[in-house]
């Protein structure tokens, strides 16, 4: 079974520059999660959607960051203008409200903001 | 709000050593709890979870853990390390209809030959 796919795996890009990241959850999780994970504030949840629903985004840093769930298979995190501080590893990760929170993570992207 | 506390930040332990991760989280009401391990330059795995019954869970690579209700504590145990276990390891809570999951700032393990 695939896992959850994100891509990129790996984007480099200038500070200003709009930089988009993508997420395709497993079949049949309901819930989807983004997560930004540094060295200086661990992992951070930024996101979270049901039935692709925004459920909390309160842990999202500020306007320049948004995300949506325009169906149950993609998710994107969207960072317009990019800055040097938003780089980080950006994680996806799905579950299934009937298994209780278990998450299934993606392989992350790793964005480097110059 | 929930929250969750590691203790340890950076542990260094031989090779066959004791281990013992702490973790407390702060919530009201009925929470999931877990473990994820993050190999070097890997994404996180579910190492084990507790969701009700005997508090005592046990998971994979010969991990365990216990859940003290009354301590608000999840600690992670494995008697004898190896030098495989070199990771990251996040304790996380779960809580909520939507399930909500909130992580520890993370241990990172590091196991000497």
């Known amino acids: 079974d695939a896992g959850v796919i994100q891509s990129p795996r790996h984007e480099v890009t200038e500070m200003g520059q709009e930089v988009t990241l993508r997420c395709k959850p497993i079949s049949g999780h309901n819930s989807l999660f983004w997560y930004r994970q540094t060295m200086m504030r661990g992992l951070e949840l930024l996101i979270y959607?049901?039935?692709?629903?925004?459920?909390?985004d309160s842990g999202m840093p500020e306007d320049r960051f948004s995300a949506k769930m325009p169906n149950a298979s993609f998710s994107t995190l969207k960072i317009q203008p990019s800055e040097p501080r938003d780089s980080a590893v950006y994680f996806c990760?799905?579950?299934?409200?009937?298994?209780?929170?278990?998450?299934?993570f993606g392989e992350g992207s790793r964005l480097t903001v110059l | 709000a929930q929250s969750v506390s590691q203790h340890n930040h950076h542990v260094i332990l031989s090779e066959a050593a004791s281990l013992e991760l702490g973790c407390n989280y702060s919530y009201g009401g009925t929470v999931n709890l877990f473990w994820y391990v993050q190999y070097p330059g890997q994404h996180l795995q579910l190492l084990l979870k507790?969701?009700?019954?005997?508090?005592l869970v046990k998971g994979i690579k010969g991990f365990e853990a216990e859940f003290i209700k009354s301590k608000f504590s999840f600690n992670l145990r494995k008697p004898s390390v190896q030098w495989s276990d070199t990771a990251e390891y996040f304790c996380a809570v779960g809580s909520g209809g939507y399930q909500k999951v909130t992580f520890g700032t993370g241990t990172k393990l590091q196991v000497i030959p």
């Open positions: 990760a799905s579950s299934s409200t009937g298994a209780t929170g278990e998450l299934f």
């Open positions: 959607f049901n039935n692709n629903v925004p459920i909390d």
């Open positions: 507790y969701f009700s019954g005997d508090p």
